[in-house]
């Protein structure tokens, strides 16, 4: 019963903020996102971010960036690969030395310095892509540029990461295994989108309904298959909507499935953000609370804008772009905690790391908006 009540509350509240944040000029993802800080423990308590909740959350992320993929045009995307690569790289170059020489000047050693640069390298793009589709914009090039640069960045913040505990703590980690699993998993998946998927889809797949089925059972194998090759689910899941993006029948599968995801999962994951704010510990901290969102923000935008410019965007389509980038989510959240768990940052510094990026979070979509309709 306590999860039915909690559920109900939750598709209630970001329901109504997010109508609240639209009325007032905003995306209703922010509305969402600060609906959750509110309805739990860090302001009101009223619900806990349970195990249970934590998964519907993860379900949200991963069923928010198969859609994605699904209104994606392959075309666009191949069209964009050097922009987007272009800015995965400078994206990530800018903010680790930021977040590297913010350690160094907080008096951290180089391991910890280092490793605060990976996590404001890390981005993820799932606020951003919600936003480009309240806009309308989700095709533009923009965001195919965006959504191809964020693949980039995961493979690359996931090696670094890999190489890091490689020659720090963890003495089984072996970067040659990591890239191994990185190349398996996108030779597996290349070959299935490109071969067997669009076979299945053309002999076995002749109603809605059963490529509804298909469409789902496909999103959660890749997610999972990406997730055991150490590659974020996310990625997995905006691939497998990517291969069913030609589909003569997309259409159709999306006025059937996206209400029920659009209505249940995706709140639960915008409200998750805010459900796992605490500010436990933030008055010691508030500085350097301070000093690290604004570092992270100003790294990624900048990075990313730079690398955007040079391939080819104007001052606007860059900046769009860099803002974009900016939400560091769910990606920074887990790279923190393994750098917690693995004794490389203390419990003092992950506080103030996990408020930074939520920040970045709740200052992407204004801006993001802001920089859209100008």
């Given amino acids: 019963m306590t999860l039915l009540w909690q559920l109900a509350l939750i598709i209630f509240a970001t329901k109504s903020a997010g109508y609240l944040s639209q009325r007032l000029g905003q995306p209703r993802v922010l509305g969402e996102i600060l609906v959750g800080i509110l309805i739990g423990p860090a302001i009101l308590g009223w619900i806990e971010f349970t195990h249970t909740l934590e998964t519907f959350s993860e379900l949200g992320v991963i069923f ?46 180089m391991i910890a310095s280092l490793f605060i640069g990976i996590v404001f390298s890390a981005t993820s793009v799932s606020i951003s892509v919600q936003t480009f589709r309240e806009l309308n914009v989700l095709q533009s090039r923009e965001s195919i540029t965006v959504l191809g640069a964020a693949v980039v960045d995961d493979i690359v913040v996931m090696m670094g990461l890999a190489i890091m505990l490689s020659l720090t703590v963890a003495d089984d980690v072996s970067l040659s295994m990591v890239l191994l699993k990185q190349v398996i998993f996108f030779v597996v998946i290349i070959a299935l989108s490109w071969k067997v998927v669009p076979f299945i889809t053309k002999r076995f797949i002749k109603s809605t309904q059963a490529l509804l089925v298909f ?68 008055a010691e901290h508030w500085l350097l609370v301070i000093v690290l969102s604004i570092v992270a923000i100003a790294t990624k935008l900048i990075g990313s804008a730079i690398g955007a410019r040079l391939t080819g965007f104007d001052t606007r389509g860059s900046l769009i772009i860099g803002a974009a980038m900016i939400s560091r989510g769910e990606v920074a959240l887990i790279t923190a905690s393994i750098g917690l768990s693995a004794g490389i940052i203390s419990q003092a510094y992950f506080t103030p790391i996990i408020i930074a990026v939520i920040v970045t979070t709740l200052v992407t979509p204004p801006l993001l908006k802001r920089l859209i309709k100008k």
């Fill in 64 to 109: 928010l960036m198969f859609f994605a993929g699904l209104e994606t045009n392959m075309k666009d995307l191949r069209d964009n690969k050097k922009p987007a690569i272009a800015v995965a790289l400078m994206g990530i170059f800018v903010p680790f030395i930021g977040g590297y020489l913010v350690g160094h000047f907080m008096g951290l050693g």
């Fill in 215 to 282: 469409g789902i059972l496909l999103c959660l194998s890749y997610a999972y298959f990406a997730d055991a090759m150490g590659i974020s689910n996310i990625i997995g899941a905006f691939i497998a909507g990517l291969s069913l993006s030609s589909m003569p029948k997309k259409d159709a599968f999306e006025e059937e499935f996206a209400p029920a995801i659009f209505t249940l999962f995706v709140p639960v994951f915008f409200a998750g953000i805010g459900l796992s704010v605490n500010f436990t510990g933030l």
